[in-house]
């Protein structure tokens, strides 16, 4: 007789609307070859187990020493204490005592002594990074991962052998990151090469709230760059003798992104290569802000999200397979078996998408679930979690500062943490799932996800999506469960049918298709996002800290206390900052590293700020704007400048502004009105006329502007300079700058933007002891076509600022130019060696305090 025909008790893991799992006390309906089966499930070991979570201090204690090691390295002794603390555990355990924290204090130490590698390594005599100098090099070596081919430009990364000069060869070791001006579309991870190029030194934008891109690759054993401006300059000596395995994997991605391409072009192909494969070089940048203001943009990159909803899909089709099976259900091993064989999809996954450091640690972390549904622990899914993540810790410590580790595992953190404290979630999963209990409970995991990462998102991207929770439970959806699947089918089926792979290649492009019109559809909502300023490491700590105390108020004496401590320091924190931007008595100016441009932010007593001049460079191609001036602005909460000054339409001052001019509510542009032949000239135009931004010219300027008793005079150029500029050919953009003195009671600063000695001389004529200033930008970036004698006599400064970049192509500033100002007794300050140059005056003194020094230093002068 079939036991199956009989109604049971024994439990059958794996089937059924919760899991299965041996210690839920659900009811399980199993259908198996057409018999229903009724069984109420009793704990087979008693009352239900609850699980401790020793990994979650571990694990915070690890990062914890992970932190300190980034913020106070070289401390002595970590390694003592690191043997000290592993011997006392050792013999506590011997001698049957409990041991409490001082495992906690050894994976601290652990934590702290892991980074020091990654902060201060103590590199080799012959490290690629002690060759830099300002000759080239016949440099060979070996691509260390997959170029990043773009429009303009290659990038990869180079594991350097050998350095040659003058018939000297100097094996070295380290790596280094090449760019190539132009698309080398041959090159291989593995192949050999040889190029010709000096060495750089990576270098920041030293700037308050500015990324430590030197840090960033460092953390990826990267210490060096270099720069060829033709790819005639690279050769490839041989190509790549990697395994096997990797040889497949990289035929197959070619054959899949050969696939793709034979899909007409549309919109949605490079987002369908970014999903398949990760490779996400040709998802333009208007696809991207539109993902970004629909606040979707994490799926573009190959992260848990995909990995799970992969693993998710690939699990429950397993388990439907097997439990087809009558042995494996009396074998009670159809949850397992679908948890192990889940694995393979996701490996599969994992690999074709490249491995990515991202994608490794989404890999990981989903299988240390999948691991955990395999021993029968999916219950105890924090502690899965603390494991992950201190796998992946343990094995790359420097991922505790990227993006993607802090965004996946907070959200699933948060997700799992929200579910569990809010009563009526156990109400929705109770019974049944119907569509609308399912589609609830989507929704509040989009919710907890969005909301867990809320302070993250606006700490490294400055805006947040207000329609995110909408368009998530749209487009999530559709990615995940459509687009990704239909992906890697048809990857499965090209090696035996390439037309049918063809066709669903298409449908998924259809597919992904739709959901870009969608996206671009809500992105265009005015309220779809606002940017936000940086909230500071304090404020990200109250938000989480608020969000414990809101979940435990009613079952913890303590949250009620951490409440009240929390609404004193927000209080204290809003206060502080209202102090800092709105009651200020000083005008404080910065000037702002660029590289090679000018910038400087003027915040005037009470709160208005004026920006003149934003950097920039030529092309664009990096948005100086965006990456530079934006974050300064945000890290001092500022989110409007009330006023623009351009100073003249030159790259290096004007294309910085544009991004300010659309995201910052600029209400006024001062600027000389000469038009130039210049696609960036003609957007910032366009945004201005978009903006409804009011602009004043010559005209208007010639008077005296008084705001908050701050005083701006615009001394140059003429008020007829336009009509000049035929008779007088010196009259350039350059020689056209505007020249703006800004007094504060008795200090004045003196910024003259790019004039020459034809200006110098006509601007000393015009306003003679007019230019007597305190502060004096260095006309040009110091070069030696400015700063005449005569025009540094009647300015008479107490104190030059020069504002270029670091060992630039020009030789700014010239020696000879540096060396007069020396005479002149000016004190120098120069934004490629201090950083950003704050100088702050209450109308009487000037504090300078360079951004890398630090310090503060009080100055003479004449007031």
């Known amino acids: 007789m079939n036991p199956l025909n009989r109604s049971w008790r024994n439990w059958a893991p794996g089937y059924g609307g919760h899991g299965g799992d041996r210690r839920s006390n659900e009811w399980l309906k199993v259908s198996v070859n057409n018999l229903d089966v009724t069984s109420r499930l009793m704990p087979a070991d008693g009352p239900p187990q609850v699980y401790a979570r020793p990994l979650i201090p571990v ?16 401390l002595p002794g970590v390694f003592l204490g690191v043997s000290f603390a592993l011997l006392s555990c050792i013999f506590f355990v011997w001698k049957g005592r409990k041991v409490r924290l001082l495992p906690l204090v050894l994976f601290l130490l652990l934590g702290y002594w892991s980074l020091q590698g990654w902060i201060a390594p103590h590199l080799p005599a012959n490290h690629v990074s002690r060759f830099i100098d300002d000759h080239p090099w016949h440099i060979i070596g070996r691509l260390d991962d997959r170029p990043q081919c773009m429009p303009d430009r290659t990038r990869f990364t180079l594991k350097v052998e050998s350095l040659t000069r003058k018939q000297m060869c100097y094996p070295v070791t380290g790596a280094i990151r090449v760019t190539v001006r132009g698309t080398v579309d041959h090159l291989r991870s593995g192949d050999r090469i040889a190029c010709l190029a000096k060495l750089k030194e990576l270098r920041n934008f030293n700037n308050p709230g500015g990324f430590n891109y030197r ?86 990159a190959i992260s848990g999200l995909h990995i799970g909803m992969v693993a ?74 603390a ?8 094995i790359s410590p420097t991922a505790l500062f990227g993006i993607s580790f802090q965004l996946s595992f907070v959200a699933v953190f948060a997700i799992l943490y929200m579910l569990k404290k809010l009563p009526f979630v156990l109400k929705l999963r109770r019974g049944p799932l119907t569509v609308l209990k399912r589609l609830a409970l989507f929704l509040l995991v989009s919710a907890a996800a969005i909301l867990g990462t809320l302070p993250i998102t606006l700490y490294y991207f400055n805006q947040t999506s207000l329609i995110g929770l909408f368009t998530n439970c749209l487009l999530v959806p559709l990615v995940g469960f459509l687009v990704v699947p239909l992906g890697l089918l048809a990857v499965l089926i090209l090696p035996v049918a390439a037309t049918g792979s063809l066709w669903i290649m298409k449908m998924a492009l259809a597919v992904m298709q739709g ?54 320091v927000a209080l204290a924190d809003g206060a502080y900052w209202a102090e800092q931007r709105f009651g200020n008595h000083d005008l404080r100016t910065t000037f702002i590293d660029v590289g090679q441009g000018n910038a400087a932010l003027l915040e005037l007593p009470g709160g208005p ?34 006023t623009l000054v351009l100073s003249h339409p030159n790259s290096d001052h004007l294309n910085g502004l544009l991004f300010i001019a659309r995201h910052f509510h600029v209400q006024t542009v001062w600027m000389n009105r000469e038009d130039v032949p210049n696609e960036q000239y003609q957007d910032f135009l366009d945004i201005i006329s978009e903006k409804d931004i009011r602009i004043m010219g010559l005209e208007e300027l010639s008077r005296p502007q008084t705001i908050n008793g701050v005083r701006f005079q615009v001394l140059y150029p003429p008020r007829d300079f336009l009509e000049r500029k035929t008779q007088d050919r010196w009259r350039t953009p350059n020689n056209n700058s505007l ?83 020396e005479s002149m ?39």
């Open 387 to 394: 494991f992950a993540a201190l796998a992946i810790l343990i």
């Open 312 to 385: 998710t899909l690939a699990f429950f089709a397993f388990r439907y397979l097997l439990a087809r099976s009558q042995r494996m259900l009396l074998a009670a091993r159809v949850t397992r078996g679908a948890a192990l064989m889940s694995g393979l999809p996701v490996l599969f996954y994992g690999l074709l998408a490249g491995m990515s450091p991202p994608t490794q640690r989404a890999v990981i972390m989903v299988m240390a679930f999948l691991v955990a549904v395999l021993l029968e622990r999916e219950h105890d899914t924090i502690n899965t979690l």
């Open 825 to 863: 007794g000016c004190q120098i300050f120069r934004t490629d060696h201090g950083g950003a140059i704050t100088i702050t005056t209450d109308g009487t003194h000037l504090r300078v305090k360079p951004f890398l020094s630090g310090r503060v230093q009080l100055c003479p002068s004449r007031a």
């Open 609 to 642: 700020c004026v920006l003149v001049d934003g950097g920039g460079f030529y092309d664009n191609r990096f948005d100086v704007g965006a990456r530079i001036v934006a974050p300064l602005l945000w890290h001092k909460k500022i989110a409007t400048v009330e």
């Open 59 to 74: 694990l915070l204690a690890f990062m914890g020493g992970i932190t300190m090691g980034l913020y106070w390295p070289g």
């Open 739 to 821: 020249v703006l003195k800004v007094a504060f009671d008795k200090v004045s600063f003196l910024l003259p933007g790019d004039i020459e000695a034809e200006a110098e001389k006509e601007l000393t004529a015009l306003a003679g002891r007019t230019l007597e200033s305190n502060v004096l930008l260095a006309p040009h970036h110091g070069s030696k076509s400015s700063s005449t004698p005569g025009f540094l006599n009647f300015v008479d400064a107490d104190i030059a600022v020069i504002s270029a970049g670091w060992k630039n192509m020009f030789g700014f500033p010239h020696c000879t130019i540096q060396k007069r100002y």
């Open 515 to 568: 959901g870009l019109s969608l996206a671009a559809l809500f992105s265009k909502c005015p309220f779809a996002a606002v940017k936000t300023v940086t909230p500071s490491f304090l404020e990200i700590g109250l938000y989480y800290g608020l969000a414990w105390t809101l979940f435990n108020l009613r079952h913890s004496r303590l949250a009620k206390a951490t409440l009240l401590g929390i609404a004193l």
């Open 215 to 300: 840090r960033y690759m460092a953390f990826r054993g990267i210490r060096a760059s270099a720069y060829l401006s033709k790819k005639e300059f690279l050769v490839r000596l041989h190509a790549a003798g990697t395994g096997r395995l990797h040889e497949a994997l990289q035929r197959a991605r070619e054959a899949v992104s050969s696939l793709i391409e034979r899909v007409p072009p549309q919109d949605a192909r490079g987002l369908l290569k970014a999903l398949i494969i990760g490779d996400r070089s040709e998802i333009s940048p208007e696809t991207r802000e539109v993902f970004n203001r629909a606040g979707i943009s994490h799926l573009l």
